[in-house]
């Protein structure tokens, strides 16, 4: 039977739930692939933790030339996250003549290009469907499934935190930093939770999943970045009222005006199917010319879901002698003839603080009225908050930079209202 060595680059959450998974069906493998995949060595400093998961210590490292030089292990595996050592470890392991499997979203978002080139130089494989959207087969779904269509679009709640700490806000009515401080207790925040609720970690993964829908490298350079830091509980209320739900939604579409990827709050209709995606769940909602509509769903984190999508790696890896590389160039940068769509049609929310005086209404729907944007849903609080009350408006769909203009000049003109927040809805 052919024996396939691995040897994993760190053995935290993910680590071990790989090292769990692969000891665990090791037997099962061997009788539904035909060969036996073994783990033969752990790049990992802390002994405890390997003594922890019960690893033999004759096959931990610190070394990465160790592992590079182990004729014993043909699969690499990379779970250590961020972009250094990491890099320099999986360029060692391509070099080496390893295949590589990672689960490194800023790595691969990031250095793509110089990875690819490396694996494609010395014909090994180069796997990441973890990088996105953990446990959910994202990825080989649109680099095999998928490949009949031309995709118009994706929306994606690709972040658990974020999901986690909105659903929350708007279930119990606490405040974000409330919330947030419980999430990080709960271990569902990190201590430094920037990546995920500032929408970076959301933005690594749209760049790759939108490269990947569109044939074309998206840098995250390109994608406009909104996190959850300035969300108000009320809107979320405001919202529920009207019918939404708050999401932090990774949007990519591609028209015959060129390319849009943005990652921002957004209202979502509550009887569109992301909206029943809630907790730390993740998921894609994709949209082919063939397909239609297609959603996948699941974890996008954790131990044994991420490892899931690792496993599932090494196994094709394992099985396979033909590795494939980017459909299109890949570059560090965009293609100079891709063009790039900055000024977004959407519907959006609309939560004004206004004098209760007559006239104040129809001083802010002329404002809309010279900007061509036009009302479909409004609703008013009775209740005064400091003199003023809210009014809510939900726009029809109309673009972006008209909605900053109209801002802009309520908030500076004779209109007896502010523009207390924005919110982009899709319905
Ligand atoms: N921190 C990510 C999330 C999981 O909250 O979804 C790993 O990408």
């Not at 070099?95 to 080139?117: D, I, M, P, R, Y």
Request: glycine share 10%; net charge negative.
């Amino acid at each position: 039977m052919k024996k396939v060595g691995v040897a994993i680059l760190g053995l935290g959450v993910v680590g071990g739930g790989t090292y769990k998974i692969l000891t665990e069906h090791r037997e099962f493998y061997k009788k539904i692939h035909g060969v036996d995949i073994g783990v033969v060595g752990i790049l990992e400093r802390k002994k405890e933790r390997a003594e922890e998961l019960g690893v033999n210590a004759d096959m931990l490292t610190c070394d990465i030339d160790e592992i590079c030089k182990n004729p014993a292990v043909d699969i690499v595996v990379e779970v250590m996250g961020g972009v250094e050592p990491a890099k320099t470890f999986v360029l060692a392991a391509l070099n080496a003549g390893k295949s590589v499997v990672t689960s490194n979203k800023e790595l691969f978002c990031k250095f793509s290009h110089e990875l690819e080139a490396a694996a494609k130089k010395n014909n090994c494989g180069l796997f990441y469907e973890a990088s996105c959207v953990g446990g959910v087969p994202v990825i080989r779904t649109l680099l095999d499934n998928l490949q009949g269509n031309r995709i118009t679009s994706m929306m994606g709640i690709i972040n658990g935190t974020t999901n986690y700490i909105l659903t929350k806000m708007s279930n119990g009515g606490a405040s974000y930093n409330d919330v947030l401080s419980e999430a990080q207790k709960l271990g569902y925040a990190e201590a430094d939770p920037t990546a995920d609720v500032e929408g970076f970690d959301a933005a690594y993964k749209l760049s790759i999943l939108s490269s990947l829908s569109f044939h074309t490298k998206i840098p995250y350079t390109k994608i406009y970045r909104e996190g959850i830091t300035g969300v108000e509980t009320c809107d979320l209320q405001y919202g529920k009222r009207l019918g939404y739900v708050l999401k932090l939604l990774a949007i990519g579409k591609n028209s015959e005006k060129g390319i849009e990827v943005r990652v921002h709050p957004t209202f979502v209709k509550n009887t569109h199917p992301l909206a029943s995606v809630s907790d730390s769940y993740n998921a894609v909602y994709v949209t082919g010319d063939s397909v239609e509509d297609v959603m996948l769903y699941g974890r996008g984190a954790g131990a044994l879901p991420t490892g899931s999508a690792i496993v599932g790696d090494i196994i094709y890896c394992a099985t396979h002698d033909n590795f494939n590389y980017s459909t299109f160039e890949n570059n560090e940068n965009a293609d100079p003839e891709t063009k790039f769509v900055t000024n977004y049609e959407s519907a959006y929310y609309i939560r004004l603080d206004a004098e209760d005086k007559a006239g104040v209404l129809s001083n802010v729907y002329s404002v809309l009225g010279k900007y061509d944007i036009s009302v479909a849903q409004s609703v008013q609080d009775n209740e005064k908050k400091n003199g003023s009350v809210p009014v809510i408006l939900i726009t029809h769909e109309t673009f972006e930079e008209n909605v900053k203009k109209a801002v802009n000049e309520i908030n500076n003109g004779k209109v007896f209202a502010k523009v207390a927040s924005v919110i982009r809805v899709v319905s």
